[in-house]
């Protein structure tokens, strides 16, 4: 089983009350500096939960002798605020932040349900960074990153090869 970090998140947007009710808009885009969804959607929606499945990984040796591809996702938790209202802006924030913690407690809580998978959700350490002001097209919010190791086959395939 292979991890989709699109299906996953988006399911925890649609599935979480707060983000649900706010309407926050789950949808992909490739890092910070290319928010092709959001910028997309930025005249019919008001919140979104990007995430960005565009990752840079390395392929590791596990102590027990298997091999794993560790990849890291970032998910963008944003929303819109009224250009120069920053009491709006704060408020937003503080729900962005509600909605990540809330998140982190799925995430740990998930995290011994994926291992039946050989899935593991690295719930030891999740950083997150806030946006600061008028940020990302007039949103706050943040965004934060999770780390998942998933099973790799390694084996050598004479068949691959002209030798």
Same mark, same amino acid.
């Not at 959001?38 to 027990?64: L, M, P």
């Not at 946006?131 to 998933?150: P, S």
């Given at each position: 089983?292979?991890?989709?970090? *699109? =299906?996953?998140?988006? +399911?925890? $947007? ?6 649900? =009710? ?6 992909? !885009? ?7 969804? !959001? ?6 929606q ?16 596990? +102590?027990g #002798?298997?091999y ?7 998910? *963008? @938790?944003?929303?819109? *605020? ?21 998140? $982190? ?9 994926? !291992? ?5 959700l690295?719930? =030891? ?9 008028? #940020? @990302? ?10 780390? !998942? ?15």
């Amino acid at each position: 089983m292979n991890f989709d970090a *699109f =299906d996953y998140f988006s +399911s925890l $947007c649609n599935k979480l009350k707060k983000s649900k =009710d706010n309407g926050y808009y789950p949808c992909k !885009v490739s890092g910070l500096a290319n928010m092709e969804e !959001v910028i997309n959607a930025f005249q019919s929606q008001k919140a979104y939960f990007a995430i960005d499945d565009t990752n840079d990984g390395q392929t590791f040796k596990a +102590s027990g #002798g298997g091999y794993f591809d560790k990849k890291q996702y970032i998910v *963008f @938790i944003l929303r819109k *605020f009224a250009l120069n209202n920053m009491d709006q802006q704060k408020e937003y924030l503080k729900e962005c932040r509600q909605i990540y913690k809330s998140i $982190c407690k799925k995430l740990i809580k998930d995290k011994s349900k994926l !291992v039946n998978n050989m899935i593991y959700l690295n719930t =030891d350490r999740i950083p997150f960074y806030e946006i600061e002001g008028y #940020g @990302i097209a007039g949103c706050t919010g943040l965004y934060f990153i999770i780390t !998942v190791d998933e099973p790799t086959n390694l084996c050598y395939d004479a068949d691959e090869w002209y030798e």
